[in-house]
C-alpha cells in the first residue's frame, strides 16, 4: 500500500449545503453521507468563490480565485497556463481518473459539438459526461445506456412542467458516474501507486429528474412539504437581476417564473430535488462500500462537495444567477481519511473551496503551487495545527452568464461572521444583511442609514479581499 493518500473526490453539481441529514435537513435520507460526517470532518461554513459552474470549478480546481485564472464566465475556458491540482498530482506519480463533468472548458454543442476541449487536467482516465442528455456524441453515459439496451428518456411528470420522471436508478448517470468510481477502485486494489478519481455527477442539477422510486415517498407526503423561504415584497430593493429573475429563471430565458407557479410546483420540484440527493447518497455508500471491500479505506482521502447552490425558490428565485444567498454560495464540505482525519468534529470557522487544492497537495506531501491563494486545511483535519482563521470569505459574479445583457451584472461579495455585503459593480447599488437579526436574509440594508458605518467598514474589508486576489504570479526573481 502507498504511503500517500488516495483521493477520493466527489462533486455533486448545484446542491445546497442544507440537503443533508447531518445538516439539520429531516427530509432527506442520507445516512452514508451522514455517517461519513460522522466519521471525518464538516465544515459547516464553506463557501464557493461563484454562485456559477466553470468559475467555480476553475477556482477550486487550482486554488485560485476566479478574476486571478480568467475562467469568470460559463462559456469561457480556463486559460492554457493555469496549472490544476490534478495535474500536479499526476506529474507527482498519482494516477487520476474522472466520471461526469469537468466544465473548465466551453462546453456547448454549439461551439464544442465532439466534447468539452481538454485543458491539460492530469487525467489519465477520463469518462466525460457534461450532463445526462445524449447531445454530444462523446457523452460516455450516452455510451453505457446503448451497450445496455437502454434509451435516455425523461418524460415530463402528466401533472407537472417543472419535474421530470428520470431513468430508474439502474440507469441513472448518477449511478453510472459511481460505477466508474466503483471499477477505479477496484482496479487499483492490488497497485502500490497513489490515485485521485474525481466523481463529478451532475445531479442534483435541473432538470429535476430523479428515478420514480426516489421521488414517490416525497409524493406521499407532497402536502407536507415546506414552501420556498420568500417574503412578497422583498425584493423592490434588491438589484434588478433578482426582480428579472423572480419573473423568470436565468434572465426570462427559463420558466420558473415564480409569480405563475402555484404551490404544488414548489413542494413538487422540491421533492424532485431532494429525491436526487437521496440518490446522490445511495451512490456515495456503494463507493465507500467498495473501498471498504478492497482494503483502501484507511489510506483514502474522501472529499464530499459540490460547485455551488441552488436557489430552490427561496427568494423568490429558482436555479442560480448573479446573487450570493446562503442557499446559493454555502455549500457542503465533508473530508474523511480514517488512517489520518481524526472524525467527529464540525469546523465552525469560514472556509474556502479555495482552500481544497493546497489541502491535498499537503495531504500528498507535495509542495504548493506558487501561484496558489488558498489556505491548506491539512493541519486542521489531521489536528496537527490550525488552519489560518478567516474572518470573511469572497466570492465573485463576472457576468457569469449570458441571461442579463443589459446592464451585465458584475458583483463581489464579503461575508463576515455577522454581515454580508454584496457590491454591484457600476450601478451604485448593493446587498447589505445583518446575519445575526435576519438570518435568512430577506431585509436589505443597502440603504439603512442606521448601517451606513458597517456599510463603509465592509466595503473597504470587499476591497481588500479584492486587492488580495490579485495574482501572485510571476513570482519576484530579484529585489528590484
Known sequence: MTSRPNILWICTDQ???DTLGSAGNTWTHTPHLDALAAEGMVFDRAYTQSPVCTPSRASFLTGRYPRTTGARQNGQSLPGHEVLVTRTLAESGYVCGLAGKLHLSAAHWSVSPGTEPRVADGYSEFHWSHHPDPDWPTNEYAHWLRERGKTYETP????????????AEEDHQTTWCATKAVDFIEAHEDFDNPWLFSVNIFDPHHPFDPPQEYLQRYLDRLAEIPLPDYVPGELANKPVFQRTDHEGAYGGNED?????????????????????????DVQVGRMLEALERTGQRENTIVVFSTDHGEMLGDHGIYLKGPYFYEE??????????????????????LVELVDLAPTLLEAAGLPRDPGMQGRSLWPLLTGQGEAPPRKDVYCEYYNAMPWHPDPAP???????????????HGL?????????????????????????????????????RMAFTVDPLPERTANF
Not at 448593493?430 to 442606521?450: K, M, R, V
Open 428 to 464: 451604485d447599488t448593493g446587498e447589505l444583511y445583518d446575519l445575526s437579526a435576519d438570518p435568512g436574509e430577506h431585509t436589505n440594508l443597502w440603504d439603512d442609514p442606521g448601517h451606513a458605518g458597517v456599510k463603509a467598514q465592509l466595503l473597504i474589508r470587499l476591497a481588500d
Open 410 to 424: 458584475q458583483a463581489t461579495m464579503l461575508r463576515t461572521a455577522d454581515h454580508k455585503l454584496v457590491a454591484v
Open 256 to 280: 420558473f417564473a415564480y409569480p405563475a407557479m402555484t404551490d404544488r410546483d414548489h413542494r413538487l420540484i422540491r421533492a424532485a430535488y431532494w429525491a436526487m440527493c437521496d440518490l446522490i
Open 156 to 167: 415530463f411528470l402528466d401533472d407537472s412542467k417543472y419535474v421530470m420522471q428520470g431513468m
Open 15 to 17: 446542491q445546497r449545503w
Open 328 to 349: 446559493a454560495v454555502r455549500v457542503p464540505l465533508i473530508v474523511s481519511c480514517p488512517g489520518q482525519v481524526s472524525g467527529g468534529r464540525r469546523e465552525g470557522g
